[in-house]
Protein backbone atom coordinates (compact mmCIF):
# COMPACT_ATOMS: atom_id res chain seq x y z
CA UNK A 1 0.00 0.00 0.00
CA UNK A 2 2.79 2.65 1.03
CA UNK A 3 4.62 1.89 -2.51
CA UNK A 4 1.69 2.41 -4.36
CA UNK A 5 0.99 6.11 -2.68
CA UNK A 6 4.73 6.84 -2.83
CA UNK A 7 4.30 6.10 -6.23
CA UNK A 8 1.28 8.16 -7.09
CA UNK A 9 2.99 10.89 -5.68
CA UNK A 10 6.52 10.90 -7.03
CA UNK A 11 5.62 9.37 -10.33
CA UNK A 12 4.84 12.65 -12.03
CA UNK A 13 7.90 14.18 -10.69
CA UNK A 14 10.11 11.74 -12.22
CA UNK A 15 8.25 11.47 -15.40
CA UNK A 16 8.62 15.53 -15.27
CA UNK A 17 12.54 15.42 -14.41
CA UNK A 18 13.17 12.78 -17.14
CA UNK A 19 11.03 14.06 -20.00
CA UNK A 20 12.65 17.72 -19.51
CA UNK A 21 15.87 16.25 -19.15
CA UNK A 22 15.38 14.22 -22.14
CA UNK A 23 14.00 17.30 -24.26
CA UNK A 24 17.11 19.41 -22.98
CA UNK A 25 19.67 16.41 -23.88
CA UNK A 26 21.12 16.53 -20.15
CA UNK A 27 19.40 12.95 -18.92
CA UNK A 28 22.99 11.83 -17.51
CA UNK A 29 23.09 15.34 -15.86
CA UNK A 30 19.93 14.86 -14.12
CA UNK A 31 20.52 11.16 -13.20
CA UNK A 32 23.94 12.64 -11.60
CA UNK A 33 22.24 15.36 -9.73
CA UNK A 34 19.65 13.70 -8.36
CA UNK A 35 21.38 10.89 -7.19
CA UNK A 36 23.96 13.29 -5.36
CA UNK A 37 20.99 15.24 -3.85
CA UNK A 38 19.15 11.98 -2.70
CA UNK A 39 22.85 10.59 -1.53
CA UNK A 40 23.14 13.78 0.36
CA UNK A 41 19.84 14.24 1.84
CA UNK A 42 19.95 10.39 3.44
CA UNK A 43 22.26 11.89 6.26
CA UNK A 44 20.09 12.14 9.32
CA UNK A 45 21.77 15.79 9.94
CA UNK A 46 19.13 16.09 7.02
CA UNK A 47 16.05 15.18 8.19
CA UNK A 48 14.39 17.98 9.33
CA UNK A 49 15.38 19.35 6.05
CA UNK A 50 14.34 16.56 3.67
CA UNK A 51 11.02 16.63 5.57
CA UNK A 52 10.14 20.00 5.48
CA UNK A 53 9.69 21.00 8.62
CA UNK A 54 12.13 23.84 8.13
CA UNK A 55 9.61 26.08 5.93
CA UNK A 56 9.98 26.48 2.44
CA UNK A 57 12.04 30.58 2.63
CA UNK A 58 14.68 28.85 5.00
CA UNK A 59 14.43 25.39 2.95
CA UNK A 60 15.25 27.13 -0.43
CA UNK A 61 18.13 29.34 1.10
CA UNK A 62 19.32 25.93 3.11
CA UNK A 63 19.36 24.20 -0.06
CA UNK A 64 21.15 27.02 -2.15
CA UNK A 65 23.38 27.56 0.86
CA UNK A 66 24.54 23.45 0.48
CA UNK A 67 23.92 22.31 -2.88
CA UNK A 68 23.71 25.38 -4.97
CA UNK A 69 27.22 24.97 -6.79
CA UNK A 70 27.25 21.71 -7.56
CA UNK A 71 23.75 21.64 -9.40
CA UNK A 72 22.49 23.61 -12.69
CA UNK A 73 19.44 26.65 -12.59
CA UNK A 74 16.95 24.29 -14.05
CA UNK A 75 17.44 21.37 -11.81
CA UNK A 76 17.83 23.72 -8.60
CA UNK A 77 13.87 24.96 -10.35
CA UNK A 78 13.07 21.39 -9.82
CA UNK A 79 14.06 21.04 -5.96
CA UNK A 80 12.73 24.30 -5.36
CA UNK A 81 9.00 22.67 -6.65
CA UNK A 82 9.68 20.04 -4.50
CA UNK A 83 10.41 22.21 -1.60
CA UNK A 84 7.39 23.75 -1.98
CA UNK A 85 4.91 20.82 -2.17
CA UNK A 86 6.58 19.94 0.57
CA UNK A 87 7.78 16.62 -1.93
CA UNK A 88 11.71 16.68 -1.03
CA UNK A 89 11.00 13.44 1.00
CA UNK A 90 10.41 11.64 -1.97
CA UNK A 91 13.72 12.34 -4.07
CA UNK A 92 14.66 8.81 -3.75
CA UNK A 93 11.40 7.29 -5.38
CA UNK A 94 11.83 9.78 -7.52
CA UNK A 95 15.13 9.16 -8.54
CA UNK A 96 14.53 5.20 -8.60
CA UNK A 97 11.09 6.24 -11.38
CA UNK A 98 13.82 8.57 -12.91
CA UNK A 99 15.96 5.82 -13.71
CA UNK A 100 13.13 2.96 -14.33
CA UNK A 101 11.91 5.92 -17.37
CA UNK A 102 15.43 6.23 -18.75
CA UNK A 103 15.79 2.26 -18.79
CA UNK A 104 12.47 1.98 -20.43
CA UNK A 105 13.82 4.40 -23.23
CA UNK A 106 16.64 2.68 -23.75
CA UNK A 107 14.82 -0.80 -23.72
CA UNK A 108 16.84 -1.72 -20.85
CA UNK A 109 15.66 -4.48 -18.82
CA UNK A 110 16.13 -5.07 -14.87
CA UNK A 111 16.93 -8.58 -14.16
CA UNK A 112 17.83 -9.72 -10.27
CA UNK A 113 19.88 -13.04 -10.12
CA UNK A 114 20.44 -14.63 -6.43
CA UNK A 115 22.71 -17.04 -6.00
CA UNK A 116 24.56 -18.92 -3.21
CA UNK A 117 27.88 -18.19 -4.09
CA UNK A 118 29.54 -14.97 -5.64
CA UNK A 119 29.56 -15.64 -9.59
CA UNK A 120 32.98 -14.27 -11.96
CA UNK A 121 32.36 -12.08 -14.60
CA UNK A 122 32.78 -14.59 -17.04
CA UNK A 123 29.73 -16.30 -15.41
CA UNK A 124 27.62 -13.23 -15.25
CA UNK A 125 28.02 -12.13 -18.40
CA UNK A 126 26.83 -15.52 -20.11
CA UNK A 127 23.64 -15.11 -18.02
CA UNK A 128 23.53 -11.76 -18.91
CA UNK A 129 23.84 -12.74 -22.89
CA UNK A 130 21.30 -15.41 -22.60
CA UNK A 131 18.87 -13.10 -20.94
CA UNK A 132 19.53 -10.65 -23.73
CA UNK A 133 18.55 -13.39 -26.10
CA UNK A 134 15.68 -14.55 -24.71
CA UNK A 135 13.73 -10.78 -24.10
CA UNK A 136 15.61 -9.23 -26.53
CA UNK A 137 16.43 -6.04 -24.25
CA UNK A 138 19.75 -5.01 -23.23
CA UNK A 139 19.88 -6.46 -19.81
CA UNK A 140 21.05 -4.60 -15.92
CA UNK A 141 21.60 -7.76 -14.40
CA UNK A 142 22.13 -7.47 -10.40
CA UNK A 143 23.72 -10.10 -8.60
CA UNK A 144 22.83 -10.86 -4.77
CA UNK A 145 23.92 -13.72 -2.56
CA UNK A 146 21.77 -15.42 -0.42
CA UNK A 147 23.58 -18.53 1.39
CA UNK A 148 20.55 -19.87 2.32
CA UNK A 149 19.20 -20.64 -1.17
CA UNK A 150 22.15 -23.89 -0.80
CA UNK A 151 22.96 -23.66 -4.90
CA UNK A 152 21.62 -22.96 -7.99
CA UNK A 153 19.78 -19.37 -8.89
CA UNK A 154 16.83 -17.39 -8.35
CA UNK A 155 16.08 -15.05 -11.31
CA UNK A 156 13.61 -12.46 -11.27
CA UNK A 157 12.39 -9.23 -12.77
CA UNK A 158 8.96 -7.19 -12.47
CA UNK A 159 6.87 -9.67 -13.86
CA UNK A 160 7.78 -13.37 -13.29
CA UNK A 161 10.17 -15.48 -10.88
CA UNK A 162 11.96 -18.86 -11.83
CA UNK A 163 13.25 -20.16 -8.79
CA UNK A 164 15.69 -22.94 -9.52
CA UNK A 165 17.64 -22.50 -5.97
CA UNK A 166 18.00 -26.21 -4.47
CA UNK A 167 16.39 -24.50 -1.42
CA UNK A 168 13.03 -24.96 -3.37
CA UNK A 169 13.69 -27.92 -4.78
CA UNK A 170 14.38 -29.65 -1.05
CA UNK A 171 10.96 -27.86 -0.51
CA UNK A 172 9.44 -29.54 -3.19
CA UNK A 173 10.17 -32.79 -2.29
CA UNK A 174 9.73 -32.69 1.01
CA UNK A 175 5.78 -31.47 0.23
CA UNK A 176 5.38 -34.14 -2.40
CA UNK A 177 6.98 -37.00 0.37
CA UNK A 178 4.57 -35.25 2.99
CA UNK A 179 1.63 -35.52 0.23
CA UNK A 180 2.20 -39.20 -0.78
CA UNK A 181 2.38 -40.71 2.81
Known sequence: MLYKYTKKMSYPYSKAAFFFSK????IIQWHTMLTFIAKSLQNPLLKN???GILGNTYSIFFFNKIF???IDKKFNNFIKILIENKRLFLINKILYFFIELWQKEQK?????????????NIQLQ???LCLEKKFLKNINLIHKIDPSIIGGMIIKNNMQSLDGSVKKY?????FFLQKSL
Open 23 to 26: ENDC
Open 170 to 174: LYNLK
Open 108 to 120: IKKIEITTATKLN
Open 126 to 128: KIQ
Open 49 to 51: FKL
Open 68 to 70: GKY
